[in-house]
């Protein structure tokens, strides 16, 4: 049926006025905050209690010290009791004290259940803190533990470098207690060695007047303290970790996606590439909320960092490394920032443990980014920057490998950067082949919506694929993910 011309002109008018505004930038500068926004909605009747922390924490910049606080109270979800509970404390792992003038360090001071003080032991990346009695299933523990970090001179997740300092992974966080018992895996210094569950967060972070700070969940406020200083509180919804960074040569650009405040924090120097951020940043998560399901939070935000691998996820944060900022690195820059975003789908909302079972959210991320890629860009992979070339690359050198295996289990970081990503990703790309694009994107929709905020598993991945696409598909994952080992 055909429209009069008059309604065709209303229409395209009104469709570029709105093309002008979802399209619009507006920056804030070096001593803003940004926007505030309204409290976090946290989804009710999950089948089990999140772990509540409500952090305190003081940073001085000009020493790297940050002194902290963290109120957490710990429900027992488990069938068993448990006699003491286990913290991480990433910030101990070696490599934060190697070839640097400044080590990180995370130092616990005091530990009180209630108002009392309770035995604890703090052991490399470990912390154990001994209970009075076993907490029996469904009951909670309220703990203080009172620490300082000492924030090293290191181009990390977590780390001073280029004039940014990144805390990912920097305080007392909890270990996970599952049917497998505690998983106190230590830092690896291979791939994401972290596994944690979602949980609500409070953060108050008092810093210099003009440092810009970037972070997980909703700015609730902004108050000013003598010195000149102000405390930032920011509340979250159901979140694996949270993160921050902060500068004094931040500048925020900032647009929406839907009812999403989506925000690019980079240097002033590099406003050009903080601007390509956002819009990389806007476009896939547009996407990826339209392809697999909505993005559940406020708002999502992308830094730049002195972080040197490229980019590292965090819950409603991405750290992107600064150096790919220039035009020169426009097309590495826009599909890190992509893979990165993916990962608010694949790590954020679905969990899993990624010590043990990396290629669940990378090789999925990768697949996500291509497929992206593919939908909005009109390229191949072949036309990307994705490692499907490396693995191609990796198995003619060194022979196939298994995908499905611990991290310390791969026998270097090549191995496990070409079998997590790039043959990871190849599994969903003759996954698709195997069950075709729509049945494909209906597994991924169904597994997004079943195990938002939960830990999956490969297994629960295999059954899912099984039970939409109506097929027996334990040959298919058999077949790539426990391929030959390297010869």
């Known amino acids: 049926m055909k429209r009069r011309s008059g309604l065709r002109l209303f229409f395209a008018a009104t469709g570029l006025i709105l093309l002008i505004l979802a399209a619009a930038v507006y920056l804030y500068g070096p001593r803003q905050a940004g926007p505030i926004l309204p409290p976090p909605k946290v989804p009710e009747a999950l089948g089990f209690t999140p772990q509540v922390y409500d952090l305190n924490v003081s940073l001085d910049p000009s020493t790297g010290r940050l002194s902290g606080i963290s109120r957490v109270e710990y429900t027992n979800n488990e069938e068993v009791p448990l006699p003491e509970l286990y913290f991480h404390l990433y910030p101990n792992a070696a490599l934060f004290s190697q070839d640097v003038t400044r080590p990180g360090r995370l130092t616990i001071q005091e530990v009180k259940l209630g108002e009392s003080p309770v035995p604890w032991e703090a052991r490399n990346t470990q912390l154990k803190v001994t209970l009075p009695q076993a907490l029996a299933p469904g009951e909670k523990a309220r703990l203080t533990l009172t620490w300082e970090l000492v924030v090293p001179d290191y181009p990390g997740r977590l780390g001073e470098n280029e004039g940014i300092i990144s805390l990912g992974n920097w305080y007392p966080i909890l270990a996970v207690h599952d049917a497998a018992g505690w998983h106190l895996d230590p830092y690896y210094d291979r791939g994401d060695p972290f596994y944690s569950e979602v949980a609500r967060y409070t953060v108050h972070l008092t810093v210099p007047d003009e440092y810009q700070v970037a972070a997980t969940g909703n700015l609730r406020s902004v108050k000013d303290l003598p010195g000149p200083t102000k405390e930032l509180t920011w509340e979250s919804g159901l979140v694996r970790d949270f993160a921050l960074a902060l500068s004094r040569e931040y500048e925020t650009a900032y647009g929406r996606v839907g009812r999403v405040l989506v925000q690019s924090y980079f240097p002033r120097t590099e406003r050009d590439g903080g601007r390509r951020v956002l819009q990389a940043g806007r476009a896939a998560l547009d996407f990826f909320s339209r392809t697999f399901g909505p993005y559940p939070y406020d708002q999502f935000t992308l830094a730049a960092t002195g972080f040197y691998q490229g980019g590292m996820e965090y819950p409603n944060l991405v750290f992107l490394a600064r150096q790919f900022y220039g035009r020169e690195d426009a097309d590495i820059l826009e599909y890190i920032a992509v893979h990165e975003t993916a990962h608010q789908w694949w790590y954020g909302v679905v969990g899993n443990n990624q010590v043990e079972e990396a290629w669940l959210d990378e090789g999925l991320t990768e697949f996500s980014t291509l497929l992206f890629y593919e939908k ?36 270097s970081d090549l191995a496990y950067n070409a079998l997590v990503y790039g043959k990871g990703c190849l599994l969903f790309l003759k996954l698709r082949e195997e069950v075709g694009e729509e049945t494909l994107l209906k597994i991924l929709r169904t597994y997004y919506r079943r195990y938002a905020y939960r830990t ?12 939409v696409s109506g097929r027996d598909l334990t040959d298919f994952f058999r077949r790539w993910l426990e391929g030959a080992e390297e010869g």
């Open 376 to 411: 909005e860009r009109g390229q191949t992979a072949e036309g990307t920057r994705s490692l499907l070339g490396l693995y191609e690359a990796y198995r003619q050198a060194n022979g196939d490998g298994a995908v499905l295996r611990r991290l310390d289990a791969f026998p």
């Open 456 to 467: 999956a598993t490969s297994r629960d991945f295999i059954q899912v694929a099984e039970e």
